[in-house]
């Protein structure tokens, strides 16, 4: 959420390298809305592997710690429970 400075968080995050699941996951979710470039009021999710580093061999990739698993997420205006939820029920399709 944006703060009274008007400007919000950013974090990355890491779920297992399975494709399938990555592509589930980010079909389920509803607030956070898939990017290549990150900020802004909205929400936006970033998968670095397939989009801003495609082009970069996944050796190469890896030793600068950018995962296939790895995602980078810049939080909107949106609840922050509702965000939550989101994520919650969109990372089940990696199960516990």
Known sequence: ????????????????????????????????????????LRSTLNHTCTSS????????????GIIPGMFRLSVGIEDADDLIADFTQALEVFGN
Request: charged share 25%; no cysteine.
């Open 53 to 64: 580093h495609s082009h970069v061999p996944d050796d190469v990739r890896r030793k600068m």
């Open 1 to 40: 959420m944006f703060n009274d400075r008007g400007y919000s968080g950013m974090l990355s995050f890491i779920v297992p390298e399975d494709m399938d699941k990555i592509d589930a996951f980010m079909n389920r979710l509803h607030f956070a809305h898939y990017a290549p470039t990150l900020g802004g």
